[in-house]
């Protein structure tokens, strides 16, 4: 049985990477755009910590947080709370690369040096050279469109030709 909660737990990890890219995409640059708009402009450290962006944490936290109170309280959908730690896990995955690598609100590590790494890097920087809702670009976060991964100077080439 143990290995079906393994499963459910990365399979439902796996499926928060479109989940996210969805909610980004349609709902922070859509009709939430409101909350997430702060996150696309400069943030003064005058104005505190945190962004109304940071909202979306909460919102994100809704379907753990039901997934484990539910699977915790009712035996026949016991599996639902490893859909809630998959949840779980994603988001701190998320918090880790996107507030602490690439926005560096936490100065926990600043320099990873992976292919890897510098691909996230180069699709968020693309994601946010828009300010603006409409025309985005790389909504995601862990999947990484293959341009990316290419060598700045190689683009350069390639955008001079």
């Known amino acids: 049985m143990a290995i079906w909660y393994i499963i459910i737990t990365i399979l439902t990890f796996l499926a928060m990477e479109f989940v996210a890219w969805f909610a ?5 640059h859509g009709f939430l755009w409101n909350w997430h708009e702060d996150h696309h402009k400069p943030h003064p450290e005058d104005e505190g910590f945190f962004e109304k962006n940071d909202l979306f944490f909460l919102v994100f936290a809704i379907p753990s947080a039901a997934s484990y109170i539910i699977g915790l309280n009712v035996a026949s959908v016991f599996w639902l709370t490893f859909v ?43 994601h946010h050279a828009n ?14 469109n293959p341009k990316y991964f290419r060598k700045r100077r190689r683009e350069q080439q390639e955008a001079q030709q």
């Open 131 to 144: 300010r603006e809702k409409e025309a985005g670009e790389s909504f995601g976060l862990l999947l990484v």
């Open 84 to 126: 809630g730690i998959g949840i779980s896990i994603y988001g701190l995955v998320y918090f880790l690369i996107h507030d602490v690598y690439i926005h560096q609100r936490f100065k926990w590590f600043r320099q990873l040096d992976s292919r890897y790494s510098r691909a996230i890097l180069r699709a968020h920087g693309a």
């Open 24 to 28: 980004h995409k349609y709902v922070m």
